[in-house]
Structures are given as structure tokens and as C-alpha cells.
């Protein structure tokens, strides 16, 4: 069977069934054309353009390939998520929203590692070294460069064979002849920098802006050329940071790192039962769960408020969840449980504006709904996971065996979820209930 013509974004690097004059992906004129997919593999932007892989495979020989060890950067958080430290002639990218603590987090990284080079296009050197005084890391003075001429950057690294650099940020550095933040640019910078990396052993650490999407803004095909993809967000306006592998050539995705952002900078959070405090469930219908949203997981807290309807029809109000949903669950619950739900105005809301459609929310939906017309609350420590079907049986949900993971670092001891014993066995000490229906969910809780 021959493969079907396909088209390539050479700009973004998506990839369409069909040629566009304009690229609806990052729309871009001119920059769709015909590309055949390689043989029995997905036909991801990936392989057609060039990748740090074949930079790899070409650049073989380097010295570092004979002795690949990581370089362990010491910040327990970071090293986890890397899957035990950086990987010599890596590239990553660390994306996150201003201000979350990109910065900081590098510059601590660069204190480390007594022979990184810490390359700021962002900053002077005075406010990156005031910046060094407040966090009190001493030490890395003659290793900050302010730089944004990449030609600059290159003809230093390639004097000195440095272990790792960090770029802050990858927007800022240009040859010149393409204007800042365009795609251009970043492409090239992004090239030179991960051919330099794969011929000298220098693993780069680059920091990337985000869009209001949370996406790292520039080309996708950004994403594609580096070997790992990092990204910093905040735990819902708190001093919480989170740190997760969208994607990682030397490492699992399925670890997160942990830190609280203080004045001294970032602080690991090794004793994850201390963010307890931050989840815990004060009133009766609040329950949490854990939601995928594209690459993203989101620890969201579900509210229900439920009063006895006076008289005639029982109102459902829903923020966050679709209504025919709440509808259908306060349904279930009424013939499954015999909890006569359907007499009460239900109101639902998810905390922090979160919008979602993932049914492994339903399990959360529904205890949160029990606990407010019990008046009891979900007991402190306890993350729902579970789609709902019509006859209350909990089913299983995509990625659980990882959503569970995460439940642990997040300092949640109890998981109830549907069936399986599959993800009982996990390396993390969480007491995983399974349940079969819904008609047992106030046994097992309340
Ligand atoms: N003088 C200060 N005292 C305490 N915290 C500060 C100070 N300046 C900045 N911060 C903290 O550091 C954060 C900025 O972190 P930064 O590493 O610059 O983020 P990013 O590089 O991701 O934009 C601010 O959001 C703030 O919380
Ligand atoms: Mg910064």
C-alpha cells in the first residue's frame, strides 16, 4: 500500500493532508509543500526535518559519546524530571509563563555547577548578579555573560568546552539578520546552538517565553528539535512550582519536580505531604482529581453545593463542566445510590476558572455532590480519578497508572479509581482504592 501524498510546514513543522496556499497551523505564506512520510513510521514533522538525533548520528565519534554519563545538576527536583541529570551534548528547552521562576531556577543551576556558563540576553549583568546576591549563590562571578549576539556566543563556547550553558532566553539571541522572536530566528539560533552541542559534548540548557497558551512561543518545530521539552508552571497562583517533561529523549515524562518559589529563590519540596496543607478539603462537597488537558495534567478541586429544592424543578447550575454531564451524574447517583439527588438544586464548580471535558472527572463530579447532601466532607488526602457509566459502574481512565504517580507527589495518600490492579504496584506508597460502583462510594469515603 503506497503512503498518501503528504504536506509539511517547513516553518512550524505541522503536518496537513491537504496543501494550503497559507499554513493554518502558524500561518506562514508559501511554506506548506508535498512531503512523504518515511516508511512505517508516524508521519511526524520530526523526521523530516533535522533533528538532534541525526546530529547525533552524525556527530559520532565526539568525545563525550564514548562515556555518555549525565551530568547530575545536584537540584534533586531538576535531576528527577531529567532522569538523573543532563545528558552531555543535550539540548533542552524550559519553557514557562513570565515570572514564574525560569530564571532563577537556572541561575541556581549555574551555582551548581562551578563550570557552567550562564549566557543572559534578558538581563544586564548587574541584574543578573543582583539577582545571584538576593538568592545568595556566590561564586559564579565570570560566568554570566550579557550577550545577544549568538556569532558572540558561539565563538565563546567553542573556545572554551564547557560541560553546559544556559541561554536566557533563546528569543533574545540573533545573528542580526533576523528580527527577535521571529521564527527565523529562533530556528537558526536553535540550530546552531544544537549542532555546537552534538560536535563539542556542551549540553545546552535554553529558556524559551511562553504565549498566553501556554505554548513555547516560535515554531513548533522548535519542540521538535531539542532533545527534551521542560516546563515550569505554578500551582493555581501559589508559591508552588511544578516542573514537568513535555517531552524527553532521556527520560521518562512521567516524573514531575517540585519546588516552592521563596526570596532565596526556589526551594525543593522533597516531603510532598507538606502541600497537603495546600489541598486540604475544609467544607463538605469538595473533592480533587487529577485532569489531562492535551500534554498537561491539572490537579483540580471540584465544588458542589446542593440545597433541597422548595418547589418546582430542581436547578442545575455548572461552571467548568459541561451541564448535560452534572445532569447525567446527579441521574446516576439518584437510581445508583439511592441518594435522592435529583429533589436538590446542584450547583458545580471547578476552582480557578478550569474548563474541561476529561470524564475522569466524574469520580470527583460525583463525590463532591454526595458529600455536600451527606454534609460530611471527602476525607483530607483523598484524589478521585474515574469516568462514570449509566449503570454507576467507575471505569478506568487514560494515563492512570501515571496520574496516580503524580497524585503521590502531590502529596495525596489515597487514590480511589475504577477497577485495576494494575496501577496498585507503583513506586510510590499510595493506598489505591478501587471500586467497582459508585454505590460503594460513600462506604469507602464517608
Ligand atoms: N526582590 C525580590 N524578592 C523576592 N522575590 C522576588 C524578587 N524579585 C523577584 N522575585 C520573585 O522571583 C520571580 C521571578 O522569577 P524569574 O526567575 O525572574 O522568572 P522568569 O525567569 O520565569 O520570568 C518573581 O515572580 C518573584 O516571585
Ligand atoms: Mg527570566
Not at 556569532?151 to 565563546?156: C, M, N, S, Y
Not at 532565596?264 to 497537603?276: I, K, Q, R, Y
Not at 487529577?290 to 436547578?315: C, I, S, Y
Not at 503521590?408 to 496498585?424: E, K, S
Request: with cysteine; proline share 4%; glycine share 10%.
Amino acid at each position: 500500500m503506497t503512503k498518501q501524498q503528504q504536506y509539511l510546514c517547513t516553518e512550524c513543522g505541522d503536518v496537513f493532508a491537504t496543501h494550503y496556499g497559507r499554513c493554518p497551523s502558524c500561518g506562514e505564506y508559501g511554506t506548506v509543500k508535498p512531503y512523504r512520510a518515511p516508511k512505517g513510521g508516524e508521519s511526524t514533522a520530526e523526521e523530516a526535518l533535522l533533528t538532534g538525533e541525526d546530529l547525533l548520528l552524525a556527530g559520532e565519534g565526539a568525545p563525550w559519546q564514548a562515556q555518555a554519563r549525565r551530568i547530575p545538576t545536584t537540584l534533586t527536583e531538576l535531576d528527577r524530571v531529567l532522569g538523573g541529570g543532563i545528558m552531555p551534548g543535550s539540548v533542552l528547552l524550559l519553557g514557562g509563563s513570565p515570572g514564574v521562576g525560569k530564571s532563577t531556577l537556572l541561575l541556581q543551576v549555574l551555582h551548581a555547577l562551578p563550570t557552567a556558563l550562564y549566557v543572559s540576553g534578558e538581563e544586564s549583568l548587574s541584574q543578573v548578579m543582583e539577582r545571584a546576591e538576593r538568592l545568595q549563590l556566590s561564586g559564579i562571578e565570570g560566568r554570566v555573560l550579557s550577550s545577544v549576539s549568538l556569532g558572540d556566543v558561539l565563538t565563546t563556547l567553542e573556545a572554551h568546552c564547557l560541560p553546559l550553558v544556559i541561554i536566557d532566553s533563546i528569543q533574545t539571541l540573533s545573528d542580526g539578520e533576523s528580527p527577535l522572536g521571529s521564527l527565523r530566528q529562533l530556528k537558526d539560533a536553535t540550530h546552531a546552538l544544537l549542532s555546537l552541542a552534538k560536535r563539542t559534548g556542551t549540553a545546552v540548557l535554553l529558556i524559551g517565553h511562553v504565549t498566553k497558551t501556554e505554548a513555547i512561543a516560535g515554531p513548533r518545530v522548535l519542540e521538535h528539535m531539542v532533545d527534551a521539552v521542560l516546563q515550569l508552571e505554578s500551582e493555581r497562583q501559589s508559591d508552588v512550582r511544578i516542573l514537568r517533561a513535555k517531552k524527553n529523549r532521556y527520560g521518562s515524562t512521567m516524573e514531575i519536580g517540585l519546588w516552592r518559589m521563596t526570596g532565596h529563590g526556589m526551594e525543593s519540596v522533597t516531603d510532598a505531604s507538606t502541600l497537603l496543607e495546600q489541598h486540604r478539603t475544609d467544607a463538605p462537597g469538595v473533592a480533587y482529581s487529577l485532569l489531562r488537558d492535551g500534554m498537561r495534567t491539572l490537579l483540580t478541586e471540584v465544588q458542589a453545593l446542593t440545597l433541597k429544592t422548595n418547589f418546582g424543578t430542581p436547578r442545575v447550575v455548572s461552571q467548568g463542566v459541561e451541564l448535560s454531564r452534572v445532569h447525567t451524574l446527579i441521574a446516576v447517583i439518584t437510581k445508583h445510590t439511592k441518594l435522592p439527588c435529583n429533589v436538590h438544586d446542584v450547583y458545580v464548580n471547578l476552582v480557578a476558572g478550569i474548563r474541561t471535558a476529561d470524564p475522569a472527572l466524574d469520580l470527583a463530579l460525583v463525590a463532591a455532590i454526595i458529600s455536600s447532601v451527606h454534609g460530611v466532607r471527602v476525607p483530607a488526602g483523598v484524589l478521585l480519578l474515574g469516568e462514570v457509566g449509566l449503570s454507576g459502574e467507575v471505569r478506568r481512565v487514560p494515563h492512570q497508572a501515571q496520574r496516580v504517580q503524580e497524585a503521590a507527589r502531590l502529596g495525596f495518600t489515597r487514590v480511589i479509581l475504577g477497577p485495576d490492579t494494575a496501577d496498585n504496584t507503583g513506586e510510590y506508597p499510595v493506598p489505591v482504592q478501587t471500586l467497582r460502583h459508585i454505590s460503594g462510594l460513600s462506604e469507602v469515603l464517608f
